[in-house]
């Protein structure tokens, strides 16, 4: 059974940083391109960056230049590193594959940007 485990969120002023970690079961992070995903309130989930297998990232343009997606296979874990972050990033981050499984979706870790 695939089980996606988010952490890494927390309170942090604009401009700063965190690190997210998504822990996955299995290989099911080395099979497929996995993406973070986040929904603000009021919001819907959407895509902000993906890695594929061979190490292809993608991200949309709000977040490019300031996050970077990477993996450690050997952990089974995808991350999101987080720099100069604005109070838009202010979310629900969450992993999935890309495209997602509805029933892949983990708990998420909230991320709050604000002063």
């Known amino acids: 059974q695939v089980q996606l485990v988010e952490s890494g969120g927390g309170l942090v002023q604009p401009g700063g940083s965190l690190r997210l970690s998504c822990v996955a079961s299995g290989s099911i992070s080395r099979i497929y391109v996995m993406g973070w995903y986040r929904q603000a309130p009021g919001a819907q989930r959407d895509l902000v960056a993906r890695i594929s297998p061979t190490g292809i990232t993608n991200y949309v343009d709000s977040v490019k230049g300031r996050f970077i997606v990477s993996r450690d296979n050997a952990k089974n874990t995808v991350y999101l590193q987080m720099n100069s972050l604005k109070p838009e990033d202010t979310a629900v981050y969450y992993c999935?594959?890309?495209?997602?499984?509805?029933?892949?979706w983990g708990q998420g870790t909230q991320v709050t940007v604000s002063s």
């Open positions: 999935n594959t890309f495209p997602p499984r509805p029933n892949y």
